[in-house]
């Protein structure tokens, strides 16, 4: 085989499903793809998996058998449509939704595989969005701010719980037995490699944004029992593991998972990575000022710096954790594309999703067109985006959203509207933030699903005020996971280089309209009047209403 031949496999693991995308390692063409389904999805509401047990509010679960499923069917059928010999694949490389945390044994078995604990909520994967340990992220970041941790300021001020941390700590509290019985607390975007390898290496990226690993150490298990004296062992016992960075080979592939994908075994398997972070080499924006903004479901926020800034509410900054030798940061809003599929499936009156069958459109291109046909600040309207709580820069799961100045003339398309202009609040939010903590934010790129909609691509350009530029690749995540693969290969130094050759952006795709810019800088400040209201403690109503919703259900489950 010749090297002009030589192709990758990337694979994204998203929420919903997993997607396997084979890429010429010379320039990045993309010659297949292939989508597999979770047979379970998201569990949030019952334990489908079992006999449909209710599950609490805010839970979030996941079967990983459904993760090995896509190495079985999307690596074939994506070989397949590539219409390439499984001789010319070099490498694979993954990238998982994170913080997604899979309880095992030592081999890696999931808890939820055995037998005696397939019953129990705990034993299941944890997906990012299970926001159900928020009790358990308070206590930390209140005991963090009392002893001076020296982290806390590497995560804004705040750990999130999303994140191992309080998700592990949950597990102890609610169920020490599952607890007890874990071996080793492993991000989902390392339990896929050690599927692929048979080898268990933990990441830099989430073991440093969602891991609290910090200049080669840990939380210490003084900190540790103080939360709870049961937790002092977690680093020790359950979380620590040879770390391996971004681009490296994790092994080479086994014999098992070359029966599964059809590939040679042998072949390089990159370490394991997040979707949002294997992006930005994907866009070729990794320049530090370029912000990628990953816009789907949620919306997840990287950019590199050239030094080390405390922005507060940030998720995180971590050496090398979208690319060596610069300082990865990120930042996101839990809910995007979630918020306007929860409008759309739950609020819209019947009559407009028929106008939207009858022209062919979905009812998101529908309201969109609607939406757009009214000047900045018609419908009255002002949104807080929280309706999957806040990640930046308030992480706080325990608010939701919020809709004001609602009247008897306002419609659907209006809601819709402020909605999206909700999200594009909160990410200027996001970049005020980083303006103004010294890590400026100089060009803004999306990638991702909500691409799709141009209106929203303009209002985010007018509502930031910065151009926007759009990654070429429909597939950013699963192209910059094939950019890792070809690294970990061998056939480019690092993911800078191959991203500069194999992913690209188109510059300045929309740039902002100064007459709609400036009137909505009006409507901004009546959000950010009402986001630190609710958010920083001038009405803890939010927090209220979750605690009230906690205590029907449990009398329901009790009843
Ligand atoms: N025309 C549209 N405008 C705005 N949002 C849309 C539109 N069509 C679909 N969506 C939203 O896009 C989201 C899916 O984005 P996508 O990037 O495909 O998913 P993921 O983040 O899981 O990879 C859904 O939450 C849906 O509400
Ligand atoms: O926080 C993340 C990365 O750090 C999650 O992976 C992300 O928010 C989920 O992504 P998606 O919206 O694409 O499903």
Redesign the pocket.
Known sequence: MSAADAVVIGVDY???SGRALVVRVSDGAELGSAVHEYAHGVMDEALTARRGEPLPPEWALQVPGDYVEVLKTAVPAALREAGVDPGQVIGIATDFTACTMVPTTTEGTPLSELKEYADRPHAYVKLWKHHAAQAQADRINELAHSRAESWIGRYGGFISSEWEFAKGLQVLEEDPEIYAAMDHWVEAADWIVWQLTGEYVRNACTAGYKGIYQDGSYPDPDFLHALNPGFAGFVAEKLDHRIGQLGERAGGLSAAAAAWTGLPEGIAVAVGNVDAHVTAPAADAVAPGQMVAI????TCHVMNGDRLAEVPGMCGAVHGGITAGLWGYEAGQSGV??I??WY?EHQVPGRVSTEAEGRGL?V??LL?EKAAAQPVGAHGLVALDWHSGNRSVLVDHELSGLLLGVTLATRPEDVYRALLESTAFGTRTIIEAFNSSGVPVTELVVA???L??PF?MQLYADITGLPISTIISTQGPALGSAIHAAVAAGAYPDASTAGSVMGGRRKNAYTPQPEAAAAYDELYAEYRALHDHFGRGGNDVMRRLKAIRRRAHQQEVSA
């Open positions: 998203g929420t919903l816009m789907g479901t949620s594309g979630d306007f599929a759309v979905s998101h291109e969109t991702g699903g909500l799709r909609n929203l």
